[in-house]
């Protein structure tokens, strides 16, 4: 299918670089953006992946923001699925979500395939035009994914959700929780300053970031109180793309006692 598009894009480019050479960085911007805005309408993305996982959620809420067709294939723990060859010649890693996009390749690592899909589909803020912006938008979304999903995913949710009670480690969970709550109040004296995670604008930082908050005020621990976080975690919850792919039940991830 790729080869499809290929020789139509190739004509255009040759006959614009000849028309107008001097614009020629400036045209070709354009006719790629129209060719994957052409995608967007013919092609509908495939995602792999249970709705309880956190790194699909992540992927999914981006997916709706941009406002993407798709469908999404159950797929990890019980749903199975990722152990099957066909399904490891696509990942590897017998982990969700993976996604193809029309004729590309499969692709996988939930960051990974946020960046791609907002450099690549349009939205006004996801992901900035301008290097700089660029790179503080990547920063944050790279200290939510490193020093807050890492912090919480398997030290403190796992703890608390996926470990049977008669296994649980409240002195473990106790030092987590401590480690967790010193990076979020970094997350929480950057929002004090600041609308979104990396800035003034919405963007895949605050997927990154925001995706963990629901499952992070639901479950049973002590919370600090951090101000600024539960603003900005409200201002999530009224988001519909929020609603609908993050606000989802963990249930079916529960240990049974
Ligand atoms: N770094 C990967 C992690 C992928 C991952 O570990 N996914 C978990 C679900 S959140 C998984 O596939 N677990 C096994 C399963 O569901 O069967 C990413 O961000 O996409």
Redesign the pocket.
Known sequence: MFNAYKPGLKFQLTRDYLTNRKNFRFVLKDTVRSYRINRKLTGMIKIYG?KS????QVVMWCIAELGLDYQRLDA??HYGV?NTASYLAINP?????TIIDGDYPPM????AINRYLSRTYPHETLWPDSPLQQAIVDQWAEWAKLNFGLNFSVPVFWQVVRTPRNKQNPEALAIALKKLHRQMSIADTQLGNNPFIAGNEFSIADLMFGHLLYRYYDIEIERPHFNNISRYYATLTNRPAYREHVMVSYDELRASD
């Open positions: 249970r996982s956190s790194n699909v990890g723990i990722v890693n017998a982990t969700v979500p996988w690592e939930s960051a």
